[in-house]
């Protein structure tokens, strides 16, 4: 597709599981960004890709929460032993990068709303 | 104090008129400012970014930085009920875009037909 793809849209789980959240950027863009956004608040960064190295993952809330690019595309962010306030919609995005910077613009997906009870 | 902060609203506009909405934050080595909009249930879009003091101006759209103050501000002309939606106001140290976007936690905007 043209845009940036996230899957699942909805998840619910108990706590205490894992879930793993995909993403699938727009096709060229070499940085992807992971934000969470709880209801009423700003998107909150998580993590930023450039390739497949993470650039900047200190937003990663504790070490229950891991992402990964093995291959430069797709990324996916795992998060162990879910807690109830790991609730919220998780927002990737995407951003075309060159010479070693980018335009500053990210293309968001729709999201995947994760749901703890 | 946040990295960034907006008031959250709601802000209600009649159509037609102007919508002012501001942004501060707390970073001096800030260079690079977006708007973004989102829609209910929606995510962001961007709508503009500013690196460089004073106005810069798109269609019915302008935003103004000011660095010294550390204030970013986006005006709406002839506010339309399609501009209804949360604004988030967004910054990054990197000149091009390329380290993290710190947000704020958006002002929601209300147009009054």
């Known amino acids: 597709g043209a845009g940036v793809s996230q899957t699942p849209s909805n998840k619910v789980t108990e706590k205490g599981k894992y879930v793993e959240l995909r993403c699938d950027p727009i096709s060229g863009h070499t940085a992807l960004y992971w934000y969470r956004q709880s209801l009423g608040q700003g998107p909150e960064f998580l993590i930023y890709f450039q390739g497949t190295g993470a650039a900047d993952d200190s937003g990663l809330p504790n070490d229950r929460f891991f992402a990964v690019r093995p291959e430069g595309s797709v990324s996916t962010l795992k998060i162990q032993r879910t807690e109830r306030g790991d609730s919220a919609v998780y927002l990737c995005a995407s951003s075309f990068s060159y010479s070693g910077g980018n335009t500053g613009e990210l293309f968001f997906g729709e999201g995947s709303r994760l749901t703890v009870l | 104090q946040k990295e960034v902060e907006q008031n959250s609203g709601p802000l209600s506009v009649p159509e037609g008129a102007i919508a002012s909405l501001n942004c501060t934050y707390s970073?001096?080595?800030?260079?690079?400012f977006f708007w973004y909009r989102q829609y209910s249930g929606k995510s962001p879009e961007l709508i503009m970014f500013i690196y460089s003091n004073g106005d810069k101006e798109d269609g019915r759209f302008t935003a103004q930085l000011n660095k010294a103050s550390q204030y970013v501000s986006l005006l709406i002309r002839d506010s339309q009920p399609s501009d209804s939606a949360t604004y988030l106001c967004?910054?990054?140290?990197?000149?091009?875009?390329?380290?993290?976007?710190?947000f704020g936690t958006g002002t929601r905007l209300t147009i009054i037909p």
């Open positions: 967004a910054v990054t140290r990197g000149l091009e875009g390329n380290e993290k976007l710190t």
């Open positions: 970073d001096r080595g800030s260079q690079s």
